[in-house]
């Protein structure tokens, strides 16, 4: 039995704390690590200041097999995550030549100055390894077991693709949805924690919706997800539920992942 | 002057970290505070997992004024906030007679059997407030500066409003957006940053965006968004950011906030 696969995220950025902007990264992320066996165990998003970036890289480094971060690596002022993580691991930072070839090829394809901001963005910490940027150039990196990358999803994602044969594997979570139309969790509760006791190695969760039909009336349901490294195992406890959303007198549907 | 007040937000949910559920709590409940005057300063999303939230929740509610938890207060066996929260402060946790009122005379009023796992929703940390919930009735709860409130997020948003008298309000951030139509981070991060440093009181953000037009076209652009709590100094930035983003080539543009 290998050992368990994690990954942590740190969102940074000031938008996402004042509610300008509603982060996808973290989703993003977990929707690309989740067939490679690498579950996200926890997430942190924080502001553009130095102290709150490196606390939760170091924090969520020690504690996760990886570590992913969105944010900052920009060319403007509040561009300060590289220099972060470097101060994070304790190592020296500077304009490095591999990163800098980049970009002058990258932007003297397009007449582009190379502004003295600009040239900020191949700052690298020392003795970390590029991760390469297919939408606007400017790359990301990877020092240790943290792959630093851009905020803007289209680029993360991009970035996520390079990454990728450089991660080790864990065992998939597979995850089964079954939804139980017309119930309210309370109404099937009981039922579930029975299952959920009698099935230790699959994670039951329970989430209600509440969806507004045209006319005004609220559609009320309960979404069911089992998840499980085990295939066997989930199917057994999917159609239990299904059994048990009946017996309540709902109506059982899988939804497809 | 006095002191800043601050909030927290911890996310509690497997399905934010799996992917499944984008969530939009954070974003909600920076916009309802913002307001208030009280910023958000950090969030941590955490699992279902009883040792994962105490550490959250005590992390935040030493670092900030107020603590918002969103998520895990219903019926179900993957329902552990309450009890966590009453571990994080040490506290006795029990069935308490003003939430059981609340929840019988709800459930009474729509015939529905007041379950063994519903009656868990009465279970609230000793010395906490009860926090209205406007729309299933089970209530959330206030323990000193910790706001236990629903996941979903239109039942968070009733409970904010049942929170928000007992909050003490801060200096409001206000927050200026201008466009740079058609010109890149690079093209103005020089003069974003002798702005950004002639003005201290005044938080500059840069943010790129990509937006694809029919036809496949990407239209690009930076967004600058400037934010004080002076409202006079605010619109001297304003100023000189429309001024700068012409003399880049650019075209300035206020978006309403």
């Known amino acids: 039995m290998s050992e368990r696969v994690t990954a942590g995220v740190v969102l940074i950025g000031d938008e996402l704390l004042s509610g300008r902007t509603r982060d996808i990264n973290l989703q993003q992320i977990a929707q690309f690590l989740a067939p490679l066996g690498i579950p996200v165990i926890e997430c942190r998003t924080v502001s553009d200041e130095e102290d709150h970036i490196v606390e939760a890289v170091n924090a969520?480094?020690?504690?996760?097999?990886?570590?992913?971060?969105?944010?900052?690596?920009?060319?403007?002022?509040?561009?300060?995550?590289?220099d972060s993580v470097a101060k994070a691991f304790g190592v020296h930072i500077g304009e490095r030549a591999d990163a800098m070839a980049i970009l002058d090829e990258w932007y003297s394809r397009t007449d582009t100055p190379l502004t003295e901001s600009r040239r900020r963005m191949a700052r690298i910490p020392d003795g970390a390894a590029l991760v390469a940027n297919p939408v606007t150039g400017a790359p990301g990196f990877q020092l240790e077991n943290v792959f630093v990358m851009a905020g803007v999803p289209k680029i993360a994602r991009g970035m996520l693709e390079d990454i990728a044969p450089r991660l080790t594997r864990g065992a998939v979570t597979h995850a089964v949805t079954v939804s139980a139309g017309g119930l309210r969790e309370g109404d099937i509760a009981d039922a579930l924690r029975a299952l959920q006791d009698a099935h230790p190695g699959v994670s039951l969760g329970s989430y209600p919706f509440f969806v507004e039909q045209p006319g005004g009336a609220i559609k009320r349901g309960t979404n069911l997800v089992a998840r499980s490294t085990d295939e066997g195992e989930l199917e057994t406890v999917a159609k239990a539920l299904e059994a048990l959303i009946l017996e309540a007198g709902g109506i059982p549907a899988r939804i497809a992942e």
Chains 1, 2 share one sequence.
């Open 60 to 82: 969520l480094r020690r504690r996760c097999t990886y570590v992913f971060t969105t944010g900052g690596i920009g060319p403007t002022h509040d561009d300060i995550t590289a």
